[in-house]
């Protein structure tokens, strides 16, 4: 299976900050993957596929970026809406396989 | 508005079979693949499998085997049971609808999910 490292594992930031969080694939996997926000208690929510197309609804302080097998999450000026968990899902092969995620806290 | 909602029980014997049912609302469950996906309390996410509106289905070998899905179009529900539970099956169960349209992949709608506990 693909293996997915994602890091940090926690981010402590504040509001207006910018944020990045990355995901390494364990082989290449082209553009395909996700990345998805999940607050407590609620199904996660899609923000980007194909590496860095925005889903619609989701707003534009949020895009992704590919370097060969590293992918790249930031949050352009963090809001209080953005405290949650991300992760990333490769949807190149399966099993599909997600990161460890990352929860981003309030500093 | 496509909506999921999960429905089963939330307490399984550990050894017995865990089913659970995906009731989609909205829209059809035909030309989608559906999923499952799951969490352990304060764990991440984890694939279970998919099953096509074929029929069709495909599934994690991390669960070895123990996992059956399948899906009813005339009441536009799919469902998924896991065989032989243990307490490392304990996980709120997601279902998920894969938007599968080149280059746009991604899981677009999902249930709320349910959490399920294996326990004696």
């Known amino acids: 299976a693909i293996q997915m490292t994602q890091s940090p594992s926690t981010l402590s930031a504040s509001v207006g900050d910018r944020v990045t969080i990355t995901c390494r694939a364990s082989?290449?996997?082209?553009?395909?993957l996700g990345w998805y926000q999940q607050k407590p208690g609620k199904a996660p929510k899609v923000l980007i596929y194909?590496?860095?197309n925005l889903q619609s609804g989701v707003p534009s302080r949020f895009s992704g970026s590919r370097s060969g097998t590293d992918f790249t999450l930031t949050i352009s000026s963090l809001q209080p809406e953005d405290f949650a968990t991300y992760y990333c899902l490769q949807d190149f092969d399966y099993p599909l396989t997600f990161g460890g995620g990352t929860k981003v806290e309030i500093k | 508005q496509v909506q999921l909602q999960e429905s089963g029980p939330g307490l399984v014997k550990p050894s017995e079979t865990l089913s659970l049912t995906c009731t989609v609302s909205g829209g059809s469950i035909s030309n989608y693949y559906w999923s499952w996906i799951r969490q352990p309390p304060e764990k991440g996410l984890e694939w279970i499998g998919y099953?096509?509106?074929?029929?069709?289905?495909k599934y994690n070998p991390s669960l070895e085997s123990r996992a059956t899905m399948s899906l009813d179009t005339s009441s536009n529900q799919f469902s998924l049971k896991v065989s032989s539970v243990t307490a490392a099956d304990t996980a709120v169960y997601f279902c998920a609808r894969r938007f599968t349209t080149n280059p746009k992949y991604c899981f677009d709608y999902w249930g709320q999910g349910i959490l399920v506990t294996v326990s004696s």
């Open positions: 099953v096509y509106y074929t029929g069709s289905t």
């Open positions: 194909a590496a860095s």
């Open positions: 082989q290449g996997i082209r553009n395909d």
